[in-house]
């Protein structure tokens, strides 16, 4: 028995070490340096680190304005060009609100020797309100101050080098689009490199590029020893609903790069996205990158920057392919002309039915498809914080086991699958693989571009790799493995990348590629009389390993519990509660809501928001908050205009505005700054952000009833009369992620017809 496990497990346990050997050369790149690092950069960085992320700086806070004087006061000591003053800005967001508000950007400005374009390197300085940002975006920050002091201290480059430090990237990429609405250093801008972090390890990651950023991505890799990279990652990210400074200068037609460190998921936005959650290869590799980067651009021709674009992918995690977007439809018809001529080759030579292989690649889809769907709920069974409020992503703190379980299962699927499949040969599957992932590659290239290559190199390989084995049979096993090490080398860093970006929540898209994987693998890894006890030795594999993942994914003071309390008032209704989002209670929540809590909606309070929630009634008290007064009414083309001032009696984080009927927001006036959202598209729903006690704010309706029907709500992070409510958090515990769903907030609401 035990020979039979051997001799059935040889050759998957061979390919999984190639694989692996291709990922190392990936994961290892973590932990070298993306270029030379200077003398003292490292330190540099850290030092300012310390001083940036010390605390949580939300715009409007007083850490929030320690932390941009810091900035000016370092620009200004090494010799740049500083300004800093508000600017309002407002930025409108897909199926959601206008949002606007005032933002203070720190500029700094290197000149260069020319002066006649500028390379604009951003970061942002502000943090959310429940953490202190030390990766989001903190380390960006001290890379920008130490890259700024080194190359003060050298020959200057050609051009210009302006370093924004933008303010409110998390309450909507205010500065960012203040800036480049409003500065007069925008005019020169050539080029765009911008820095994020959504996690607290791993290296700098280019995901996202602007329009005609060809030339960029070239010189990209050429100026990094680890140009980590994928344009896959650019097609992911373009169809998902979020946002970074970068979107600003993208929407404007600027070339650029986005860079951003995405493992560490479970910290981002949290208290312990702080100085000692940090990866320090982080730290090196974004200032290593960075510095690299500016050198190279700083002395590049930019008005020669823009190209077509590129498609583009890492291997061993040190080169950097890539070839014309353009080519992407014609490499995917040579692999459909290529699995074409493998299927009739296999027919011509009686190894294979092109009939059957196209069934073969049918019932690898639908097979890809279901174990997709099977992922999906068995996740949902073995969440690691189950009956809890999920991390971010469903996720947990640890959960590379997890994928690792996840592909060995739907290996251990095909495997099964193809035991059973006993008067299939060999040749059908492998050509059912390649025609599948030919068709593939023809869709991508023609819906998602810069993704094909996924499908192309791979479906080329498998058609040589059965061309080969049809030619000289005895060879077979060689032959198929042309496939495996593409497979490695190509498909499978992209899997680890997508599983490490959006951590559990993808792990059903990583079945379904795990499965196209398995298919084109199947000739090597499973003969027919070893598939069975292959596949159950994958699958115990597989088991222990997701039972390894849930039993270390364990809440403890290091890895603290999310979980939130929120303060509802409606004045109107003159109706106060407590409430809980989180999906159970635990010691602290329940610490404020008691044993009994009712579930049930809040929607009365928070209108975007339609889940269910623990809520326990608390004495209504009259909050004046605010208040909000029709001033005038003007004639317009559209129609008459309205007037309506708002007056805050405390600083509030954020008034949301939800205008009824025809009534739409043309017109925003704070402090005696003006912005026009009627050219963002009028919208009913304005969202102002930071309106300190005092401020006079003016919101300009067009609308065409003689009443004005609104409903506001205002909110602030600031919870009243805490000490009299609950005790603080005990260690091990934290506020649920800010972006992440409601968090800790007090928010009063009020209807209005004016």
């Known amino acids: 028995m035990s020979g039979t496990w051997f001799r059935a497990l040889r050759r998957p346990a ?30 540099a960085v850290a030092a300012h680190l310390e001083r940036v992320a010390a605390h949580p700086r939300p715009p409007g806070s007083p850490e929030h304005d320690l932390v941009a004087r810091y900035i000016e006061d370092v620009c200004r000591a090494a010799g740049a060009q500083v300004h800093s003053a508000p600017v309002l800005a407002a930025r409108p967001f897909k199926r959601g609100p206008i949002v606007a508000g005032m933002a203070r950007n720190v500029v700094a400005v290197l000149p260069g020797t020319r002066h006649e374009r500028a390379l604009l390197i951003v970061g942002h300085y502000d943090s959310v309100a429940t953490g202190p940002g030390a990766s989001d975006d903190g380390v960006t920050v001290a890379a920008m101050l130490a890259t700024l002091q080194t190359l003060s201290r050298g020959p200057r480059p050609q051009n210009d080098l302006v370093f924004l430090f933008s303010d409110a990237e998390e309450t909507g990429q205010l500065g960012a689009q203040g800036f480049a609405a409003r500065d007069a250093v925008m005019n020169q801008v050539a080029a765009v490199l911008n820095f994020e972090g ?63 460190s995405i493992d560490g998921f479970a910290r981002y936005h949290t208290a312990t996205d702080d100085l000692a959650h940090v990866d320090r290869a982080m730290l090196q590799h974004r200032a290593t990158q960075m510095l690299a980067l500016v050198q190279a651009l700083g002395n ?68 890809a498809l279901l174990l997709a769907v099977a992922t999906a709920l068995l996740w949902r069974l073995l969440r690691p914080m189950a009956d809890d409020r999920p991390l971010p992503q469903n996720g947990g703190y640890v959960t590379a086991p997890f994928t690792a379980g996840v592909v060995l299962f739907t290996f251990a699927a095909l ?38 290559y996924l499908f192309t190199w791979p479906a080329l390989a498998a058609a040589a790799g059965v061309l080969a084995a049809l030619s000289r049979p005895h060879r077979a096993p060689a032959a198929w493995a042309i496939t495996l090490v593409v497979v490695a080398l190509v498909v499978a860093p992209f899997v680890y990348t997508l599983a490490v970006a959006l951590g559990p929540i993808g792990l059903p898209v990583v ?3 795990s499965a196209l994987m398995a298919g084109l693998l199947l000739p090597l890894f499973a003969e027919e009389a070893s598939a069975a006890p292959a596949a159950r030795s994958l699958l115990a594999l597989a088991a222990l390993t997701l039972l390894v993942g849930r039993l270390v994914n364990r809440f403890d003071a290091d890895r603290p519990r999310p979980d939130a309390l929120l303060s509802l008032s409606d004045t109107s209704a003159r109706r106060a509660v407590l409430a809980s989002p989180d999906g159970a209670l635990d010691r602290f929540t329940r610490s404020a809501l008691g044993e009994h809590p009712s579930r049930g909606s809040i929607v009365q309070f928070l ?36 007037a309506l001032d708002l007056r805050a009696y405390r600083r509030l984080d954020a008034v949301d505005l939800r205008f009824e009927g025809d009534a739409r927001v043309v017109a925003l006036e ?46 602030t992070a ?27 907030i007090a928010a009063v609401r009020s209807d209005f017809s004016l």
């Open 14 to 43: 061979a390919g999984a070490l190639v694989v692996l050997a291709a990922l190392s050369g990936w994961t290892s790149a973590s932990s070298t340096p993306a270029g030379d690092p200077a003398p003292g950069l490292d330190e």
């Open 511 to 513: 079945a379904f590629l």
């Open 300 to 367: 590049a021709d930019l008005a020669r920057v823009r190209a077509a674009p590129l498609t583009y992918f890492t291997i061993l995690g040190r080169v950097l392919v890539r070839y014309p977007l353009g080519w992407s439809l014609a490499l995917a018809l040579l692999a459909a002309a290529a699995a074409a001529a493998a299927t009739w080759r296999a027919g011509r030579t009686q190894a294979g039915r092109p009939g059957r292989a196209a069934v073969a690649g049918l019932g690898q889809l639908l097979l």
């Open 607 to 642: 209108p975007e928001y339609t889940w269910p929630a623990w809520t326990v009634e608390r004495p209504y008290r009259s909050e004046a908050w605010f208040d909000l007064r029709r001033s005038e009414q003007a004639a317009a083309a559209a129609g008459p205009v309205v």
């Open 198 to 260: 959504r996690g607290s390890a791993g290296p700098p990651l280019l995901f996202q590029t602007g329009l005609d950023s060809g030339g960029l991505v070239r010189r990209f890799a050429r100026a990094l020893k680890v140009p980590l990279a994928s344009s896959a990652s650019d097609e992911v990210y373009a169809r998902l609903p979020n946002d970074t400074d970068f979107s600003v200068f993208r929407e404007r037609g600027l070339p650029g790069l986005n860079f951003a």
């Open 670 to 715: 704070v402090g005696g700054a003006a912005v026009d959202l009627g050219s963002h598209g009028a919208r009913s729903w304005l969202q102002i952000q930071g309106v300190e006690a005092g401020a006079s704010v003016t919101i300009k309706v067009a609308t065409g009833d003689k009443r004005v029907r609104l409903s506001a709500v205002a909110r």
């Open 718 to 744: 600031a919870l009243p009369n805490a000490g009299a409510l609950w005790q603080p958090r005990p260690a091990g515990f934290v506020a649920v992620p800010s972006g992440l769903g409601p968090v800790d």
């Open 415 to 452: 495997v099964f699958v193809r035991g059973r499949l006993k008067r299939w040969s060999a040749a059908e599957i492998a050509c059912g693989a390649t025609l599948l992932n030919a068709a593939l590659a023809l869709l991508t290239a023609v819906l998602a571009p810069g993704a094909s």
